[in-house]
């Protein structure tokens, strides 16, 4: 199975959403994210975050403060050897304070703009990349260009075939069973890494 890419909602999946976070101090990444994108990374499957920032719009904050928090995101990451290729955010909202970003546009989520953009900075094929979130817009974000969509809160419910059973591990004989204790919120993500090989 080839996925061309890995689009990930930033808060609730990628760090804890506290809601409307703006401020590097406040990036917790969640338990299991950095191993699953390491192996994502290891396996060449370019991980994109894509995230929905109405808080610039609603003036709780400046877009400015968007890549600081990514940065620090990106610090974490990288004490596990982790890495993210691209990140991609929305700052509108239609009915906004902020004249700016008080717009209909074509990237707020669950509109698609943000993938198609990502695609064609990387010319990735949007019917072999996986969208996880934890909401509904991010499932209809993906279903809407073809990506296969994946709650990162509804594992249980995908009909993803145990990969173990079918895919050796690439990279070991025996599939690391430690990364997947105690991972449940986080294990679509692992059998997402599983898979890319
Ligand atoms: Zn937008």
Redesign the pocket.
Known sequence: MNISAVFLDRDGVIIGDIGYLNDPKHVRLLPGVSGAIKSLNEHHVPVFSVSNQSGVARGMYKEQAIPLVHMEIERQLAKDGATIDGWYW???LPQGIVPEYAIE????KPKP?MLLQAAKEHSLDLSCAWMIGDKEIDVATGGAVGAKPHSSKQEQKLSIPNPRRHLPHPRSRKPSRKSFRNRKKHQSLLVLSQWSG
Not at 105 to 108: F, L, N
């Open positions: 929305c700052p509108h546009c074509e990237c707020r703009g």
